[in-house]
Structures are given as C-alpha cells and as structure tokens.
C-alpha cells in the first residue's frame, strides 16, 4: 500500500455528518501536525489554502515510501460548466457526494464509537458488486466532461459496464453542446491571457492516461462508441477510417520504435488531432499543451505529404525516394505514412525497412586510405556513393573505388 486518503469531517458533535461546520482552523492539517509528531521521520506538506495535508515516507524499513493525504471535509460547486471547482468546508457525506463514480464514494470510518464502519451513502457497494460505474448525479458530465473519460477507463480496466442511465448522461452531455460553448470562452481566455483552459488541462490527464494503459485500444473504442471523442473537438468522431489509422500506427510504433524511445500515448493523440482538419489542428494541440515538436509536426504535416505525393507521383529512384524520406522524423512519416494511400505508405515502408538499412562500400576510414584528406568533401563523396549504392550503380568497392578516381582525383585533391 503506497497511497492513503484520509479525510477528517469538518462536522463536529453529529455521527450522521449533518451538523455545521464549527471549526475555525483546519482540521486535516491539525491531524496531520499531530502524526508528524508521532512519526518525526515522516515529510509533513501543508497546503493551507485548501485545508489538505500530506505525510511522505521515503524508503522506510517499515512503511516503506507511504504517502497519506490529509484532506477535510469539502463541499464543491462549479461556477460554471467544464471549470475548475470552488471548495468549502463540509460532511463527509457532502464530500463523498463530490466523487465521480458510487464505487469511488466509500469510506471507512476510524474514530470510536463505530471504528471500521463503512460509509457507502450512495449503493457504492451494490455497485461494485454488480461491477457497475454509476454516477453520482444527473449533471456530473455537465459540470466535468473528463468525468466521460474516468468513467471508460475504470469500466475498461476493472472489466465493468457503465450503467444504462449514466451513458444516458453522457449522451445527453455531449448531445447538449456545453462543452463546445465552453470551449469557446476558454478560447477567448487563451488568446487574451494565454492560459490554457481547465477543461483541457485535465482533459490531457484523462487521455494520458488512457493512451499510455495496456488496455487503450478498448478504452478508444467505448469513447467512440459514446461519441465522447467530441469533448477534444466537436467534429472528431472514432470513424472506420480513423480506426484503421489508429491500428496503423500502433504497427508502425511495434515494428520501428520496439524500444520506446518515443513517447507512444503522445503520437496516438497526434493521430487522434491529425483527422481534423488542418485549420482546427493547431488550436487544439496548443489548448492540449502538446510538446514543441507535435505542434509542429501537426502545423506543417499538409505541406509535408502534398510534397511526398507529388515526388511519388514522378516515379522516382530509390535514392529520390531515400533523400526524400530522410528529411523527415520518423514521428512524421508515421503520421504521414497513416493518413496516405497504399502506394504511399509502401515507399515509406520500403524505406523504413529496406533502403534506410543500405550503406556506401566505402566509408571515411577507407577514403582515407585511398589517400583522401579528411574535411567537407568527405560527406558528398560518401552522399554520392550511397546514392549510387541505392541505384544499383555501384555496388561493391571496386566500383565505388573507380567512381571516386574518376569522379574526386586524387591529384586534384592533393593540390
């Protein structure tokens, strides 16, 4: 056990949690001063603010690296749809009130005189019994569309269902246009004070989470099934066409990224936001604070697979096709490779697998042998030979050799 939450109610004198709250101080983070001192080795955090605490062990020979969250009582309401919740003080029914999921809305009682009982106000054990995610009320989506996503991943990876009246209010979330509306207010903000929109923000958790999961191939296909891929964009939807990409790409990471130097949940999202259309791209990869390099693989991947085409389309040799390719990252001829017709996507296949692999018959140690001083030439000779190499031109160090006589005198060279 790594994690604990406990929270401390802010409700005094009442065990069914309905008094007022009568506390002036914070009582999660008192609690919390209080085990410090039982557990001086402890790291104690306090974040007043929001009246929450944490205790932090690092490699304990008891309690090895526990982490326990302190956290009173609260109550949230959120100003408007999609953001950020405003907090107070409050029961512990309230504040399991607050969770997303019934399965999500239990706890275990630790003060006398009923220690051990278990608080289940909303049929959270029922739930979990009839392996359900069931939310906790009808505007849940309303206020938090992420909530959509919390609510495939537990479904996928507990193998639950998510209860016919809560996908009703997904369906109705997403059918009401809110989060678009939403959208565009925070795109205002954006522009004016470049800060990116909450609901983005955790948006970008939820879907890390998912992409980056064993189980995330699933989990796609139930958000697309809800048509939950909306709440990134309102025209993105999990068509066959866009399906077909994201298995595309999940082969091309297999095959030519098998040691995971790129980062892989990342480059399924940039496929995801590459079937908008170019103008939405952008502003969606910017409000999802994409790293640098996706933004702009995204901004120039039109012009990049309008160029490819239209040297295809030449019939060109394999060392057009070679130095064509070799321009671009291989997270770009991923995407590109995924979003192109079959005669495409073979050119980058041939050279991802086959042309990339062949080398010159000679390298610099040899052209120094052969008497050539090292300096810039030696990159356009080795350029040369490789591009005859790909051409069937040269092929082995002899004629490699008579190339470079001919083509790069030695006495020139010399003097």
Same mark, same amino acid.
């Given at each position: 056990?790594s994690?604990?939450?406990?929270?401390?109610?802010?409700?005094?004198?009442?065990?069914?949690?309905?008094?007022?709250?009568?506390?002036?101080g914070?009582?999660?983070?008192?609690?919390?001063?209080?085990?410090?001192?039982?557990y001086?080795?402890?790291?104690?955090?306090?974040?007043?603010q929001?009246q929450?605490?944490a205790?932090?062990?690092?490699?304990d020979?008891i309690?090895?690296?526990?982490?326990?969250?302190?956290a009173?009582?609260?109550?949230?309401?959120?100003?408007?749809?999609?953001?950020?919740?405003?907090?107070?003080?409050?029961?512990?029914?309230?504040?399991?009130?607050?969770?997303?999921?019934?399965?999500?809305a239990?706890?275990?009682r630790?003060?006398?005189?009923? @220690?051990?009982?278990? $608080?289940?106000? /909303?049929?959270?054990?029922?739930? %979990?019994?009839?392996?359900? =995610? +069931?939310?906790?009320?009808?505007?849940?989506?309303?206020?938090?569309?992420?909530?959509?996503?919390?609510?495939?991943?537990f479904?996928?990876?507990?193998?639950?269902?998510?209860?016919?009246?809560?996908?009703?209010?997904?369906?109705?979330?997403?059918?009401?246009?809110?989060?678009?509306?939403?959208?565009?207010?925070s795109?205002?903000?954006f522009?004016?004070?470049?800060r990116?929109?909450?609901?983005?923000?955790?948006?970008?958790?939820?879907?890390?989470?998912?992409?980056?999961?064993?189980?995330?191939?699933?989990?796609?296909?139930?958000?697309?099934e809800?048509?939950?891929?909306?709440?990134?964009?309102?025209?993105?939807?999990?068509?066959?066409?866009?399906?077909?990409?994201?298995?595309? @790409?999940?082969?091309? $990471?297999?095959? /030519?990224?098998?040691h995971?130097? %790129?980062?892989?949940?990342? =480059? +399924?999202?940039?496929?995801?936001?590459?079937?908008?259309d170019p103008?939405?791209?952008?502003k969606?990869?910017?409000n999802?604070?994409?790293?640098?390099?996706s933004?702009?693989?995204?901004?120039?991947?039109?012009?990049?697979?309008?160029?490819?085409?239209?040297?295809?389309f030449?019939?060109?040799?394999?060392?057009?096709?070679?130095?064509?390719?070799?321009?671009?990252?291989?997270?770009?001829?991923?995407?590109?490779?995924?979003?192109?017709?079959?005669?495409v996507?073979?050119?980058?296949?041939?050279?991802?697998?086959?042309?990339?692999?062949?080398?010159?018959?000679?390298?610099?140690?040899d052209?120094?042998?052969?008497?050539?001083?090292?300096?810039?030439?030696?990159?356009?000779?080795?350029?040369?030979?490789?591009t005859?190499?790909?051409?069937?031109?040269?092929s082995?160090?002899?004629s490699?050799e008579?190339f470079?006589?001919?083509?790069?005198?030695?006495?020139?060279?010399?003097?």
């Amino acid at each position: 056990l790594s994690d604990i939450d406990i929270v401390v109610d802010g409700c005094y004198g009442n065990p069914n949690g309905n008094g007022d709250f009568v506390s002036s101080g914070s009582p999660a983070v008192e609690l919390a001063m209080d085990l410090q001192k039982h557990y001086p080795a402890a790291r104690l955090d306090v974040h007043g603010q929001f009246q929450t605490a944490a205790l932090l062990w690092h490699n304990d020979p008891i309690l090895d690296s526990l982490w326990i969250d302190i956290a009173t009582a609260r109550t949230e309401f959120y100003p408007y749809p999609a953001a950020n919740p405003e907090v107070e003080a409050s029961s512990i029914r309230q504040d399991l009130y607050r969770r997303d999921f019934t399965i999500n809305a239990l706890a275990l009682r630790l003060t006398p005189p009923l @220690v051990g009982e278990l $608080l289940d106000f /909303f049929g959270g054990v029922l739930d %979990l019994e009839q392996r359900k =995610i +069931r939310v906790l009320h009808s505007n849940s989506f309303i206020e938090d569309p992420t909530r959509i996503y919390r609510a495939v991943r537990f479904a996928v990876r507990l193998g639950f269902e998510i209860e016919t009246q809560t996908k009703e209010y997904i369906r109705y979330a997403i059918s009401s246009g809110i989060y678009e509306k939403q959208r565009e207010e925070s795109n205002k903000s954006f522009d004016q004070n470049r800060r990116v929109p909450a609901l983005e923000t955790r948006l970008k958790s939820e879907l890390k989470y998912i992409l980056q999961s064993p189980y995330w191939k699933r989990s796609l296909k139930l958000l697309g099934e809800l048509k939950a891929l909306r709440c990134i964009h309102p025209t993105l939807e999990l068509s066959p066409q866009l399906w077909r990409q994201i298995r595309s @790409v999940d082969r091309c $990471l297999q095959r /030519f990224d098998a040691h995971r130097s %790129l980062t892989h949940w990342e =480059i +399924r999202l940039e496929v995801l936001i590459a079937y908008l259309d170019p103008e939405y791209r952008e502003k969606v990869a910017q409000n999802l604070q994409l790293q640098v390099e996706s933004l702009e693989r995204l901004q120039h991947l039109e012009l990049a697979k309008n160029q490819i085409i239209e040297t295809l389309f030449q019939s060109p040799k394999n060392s057009q096709v070679f130095w064509l390719f070799k321009a671009y990252s291989l997270p770009m001829l991923i995407l590109i490779a995924v979003q192109s017709t079959r005669p495409v996507r073979q050119r980058i296949w041939q050279y991802l697998t086959q042309l990339q692999e062949i080398k010159p018959p000679l390298n610099g140690n040899d052209l120094k042998a052969m008497g050539y001083k090292p300096g810039r030439q030696f990159k356009q000779m080795l350029d040369d030979l490789l591009t005859l190499t790909l051409d069937g031109a040269v092929s082995d160090r002899t004629s490699a050799e008579a190339f470079l006589k001919q083509n790069y005198p030695l006495e020139a060279k010399l003097s």
